[in-house]
């Protein structure tokens, strides 16, 4: 594992731990995840500055760059100062032992005791990730008594040969969910300390906690929305599935090879359909927060028919909408690209995310921004103090649903895209006519999986004490 996503990962896992009141030396902690790296880093750097400046000053030695490749290899397997360099802070019996000094430290009241105890276990968690990780070039397992044993793990982060393709996945994946976690968590928290603070919120919370027989209900709506899914991960797993057996006779990862390699264009599907959603998510929060607080706040002549012309879009099926749009943005030179799929994208998504933002500026009171005002706030400092920790429920749930809608788009997308741009949807909807349902279970689940994920992100803004859909 890369050592960005060794830190993220510790990051996570000590902000979990602070959430548990547990006595952890964070500093330590996250220390103790890039701390054995460092000296192959620092070796690699030395190694590239030497030899790669060479290639740089004389071009025509490029033809030399695989040999230098091997020595590289040769240094990392052979050469003692660096394999000695590389598990001084992998190795298991090192970090036992700085683990053993740190707790007998604490223990006799000394004050780098925690802060040792805790910088070996983020050393013990990286050494872990990366002993299953690596297939033939992992940390030396017994250093410093053995300098050649390796566990050899079936996964290897960046082989192909051994699922490094489908364990990228996985990492960028996650890294990409803790960072939305940390980003999400840091904006909460600059928020929350401008936000009015109800003297019964702890009461009221208590107040509408569920009784048993609603939660079961809950879990059992739970299940059967989550039922789907089943047979889609059997399908996705399974080679050989034949009538009349429950399960598939034979499991493999076909699908899922075939989804990683680099010919099959699932990736590029993924991060477009990915760039669109986000950037239609963000340019309809702009624009949809100006028009919402007018039709919120404001009581005008027209406004019903206004609201009926935002709404209209919703009514109008989408195939008739396109059709009218394509020949425009042909003429403009918007059609097959991304931009012209950004802008059609708009259509269906703005509606919704206006209405549900006018419902949360519908409850909005005023008086917060004259009191910032009189106390010589500035309009910027009025948003960002006043208006916007209000109305981030609202902004929230109001993302959620411009993603999901413009994540899942095929129509607009194929029309206005005219094949050139590719998502995943498009792609979905062509293996499902292909009749391989394996593949098209395993596009399935990788579909569902950034929606899931977004919910869960917004979930505690839909329902309780958060919740943004009261005034809509």
Known sequence: MRTLSHLLVTAGLGDRLQ????PIRLKAFLLGSVLPDLPLVLLTVG???ANVGLLWRDPALMSEFGSLMDSYHALYFNNPWWIAGHNLFHAPFVIAALFLTGVLAERRGLRWGPALHWLALGLALHSAIDILTHHDDGPLLFFPFDWRYRFPSPVSYWDRAYYGGMFTVFEYGLDLLLVAYFALKGARRHLHLHRPVCAGASVARLQT??????????IGLTVVLLLPLVPLTIWAFGQRWLFPAALPTEWGLRAWRYILAPGTRV???FSNSL???LVVTLLSIIIAIPAARVLGLAHFRGKTLVEFLILAPTVVPAFAAAMGIQVLFIRYGLADTMAGVILVHM???LPYAVLILAGIFANYDVDYEHQARVLSAGSWTVFWRVTLPMILPGIIVAALFAFLISWSQYLLTLLIGGGQVLTLPVLLLAFAN?????ITAALSLVFVAPAVVALLFSARYLTGGHAALRGV
């Open 19 to 22: 959430r548990r009141g547990a």
């Open 47 to 49: 190694y590239l500055i």
């Open 209 to 218: 906690m569920m009784p048993p027989w609603q939660r079961a209900g809950v």
């Open 267 to 269: 990736l590029t599907a």
């Open 275 to 277: 760039v669109v959603a």
């Open 347 to 349: 259509i269906p998504v």
């Open 434 to 438: 292909s009749g391989d349902y394996a």
